[in-house]
């Protein structure tokens, strides 16, 4: 396959992409590796590769999206699936079904990969031990969203060529996101040095337990990073009053156009979106020469179709044993 010639072999055996805690490094550059192949399809005039024919991805929502869903929409429409998609909103779980009625019912019409999106924590892991398809995590309550993760590393590495020795900052509202916790796992394992940024409030309870460093003033820590990762405020899941307003927050921990001015020239801004303009950081930031968020929306496209890609090759094996 044309896509698969200059990514070096690796012998890929998880029919399940649930978190990158579990990944190794190794594995981990072979996911990058295999998206870069990808890359070139999206380029060409007919944008189809053909390793899914034949196969059904459930795109299973039970939170809103915009990017995650729609990504891996296109990335299983490019590799030739067929594609269903489910929103909690327009289904029968308005009538009490449950998810794994729901997911036993979808499967019952022949589904071989389910990209699930939910908020409770370990349902892309519950749903892995109870159905035969294959399951790719695509964000689980505050624990973890990690091919978002994996297109976060896989853009700083097509733009610095490495993670090895970079210095970057996760700011905000860490204690509410799951893409902070994939970043961190995907970063560090990569070589890269990560702060948590933000209000002791907003901090997970067990920080000092993870492998990052942790700061509570952006001030403090923008001079020295190569990379910023902004975070979305998540107001859907704050309970009581995490900060004092929303101007205090963004006067101690918003990206703004006078804090760049402290950045080294050539920092990555980054944002998993949807932003809060205003709040996380100013538009002339998130519009800015040095924000690549739209790149990272773009690449993500490369990466689900690599994890897809991947999962199915490995249910495929499982399926012959
Ligand atoms: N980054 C991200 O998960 O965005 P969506 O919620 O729009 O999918």
């Excluded at 924590?121 to 398809?133: H, K, T």
């Excluded at 899941?237 to 156009?257: A, C, D, H, K, Q």
């Amino acid at each position: 396959m044309a896509f698969m010639r200059k990514t070096k072999q690796f012998n890929w055996n998880r029919k399940h992409l649930l978190g990158l805690r579990e990944l190794s490094a190794e594995e981990i550059t072979y996911i990058l590796d295999t998206a870069t192949g990808f890359e070139q399809v999206s380029t060409r005039s007919v944008k189809k590769a053909p390793p899914l024919r034949g196969k059904v991805v459930v795109n299973l929502f039970f939170e809103d999206s915009t990017r995650t869903r729609n990504s891996f929409t296109l990335a299983a429409n490019r590799l030739s699936a067929d594609v269903i998609e489910f929103t909690q909103k327009s289904s029968s779980v308005s009538k009490g079904e449950t998810l794994l009625d729901t997911a036993r019912n979808l499967e019952a019409m022949g589904i071989d990969i389910v990209v699930i999106r939910h908020n409770a924590g370990g349902a892309a892991r519950f749903l892995s031990r109870n159905i035969q398809a294959a399951v790719v995590n695509a964000g689980d309550g505050f624990c973890e969203h990690p091919t978002q993760g994996l297109l976060d590393v896989y853009t700083i590495r097509k733009i610095r060529g490495s993670l090895e020795g970079l210095k970057i900052a996760i700011v905000g509202d860490i204690a509410h996101s799951r893409v902070a916790r994939s970043d961190m796992w995907a970063m560090t394992k990569l070589g890269a040095e990560v702060t948590f940024v933000g209000p002791p409030t907003l901090m997970p309870s067990q920080v000092s337990k993870l492998p990052v460093k942790v700061s509570y003033s952006l001030d403090e820590v923008i001079e020295k990073v190569d990379v910023i990762n902004m975070l979305r405020i998540q107001f859907e899941r704050l309970g009581g009053n995490p900060f004092p307003s929303i101007r205090e927050y963004s006067r101690y921990f918003g990206l703004t156009v006078e804090r760049m001015q402290k950045a080294k020239p050539d920092i990555l801004v980054m944002h998993p979106g949807p932003i809060n303009r205003g709040l996380e950081m100013e538009s002339e930031v998130a519009d800015g020469k040095n924000s690549v968020i739209l790149e990272q929306v773009k690449n993500g496209l490369a990466v689900r179709m690599a994890v897809l890609f991947l999962v199915n090759q490995a249910a495929m094996v499982t399926k012959e044993k």
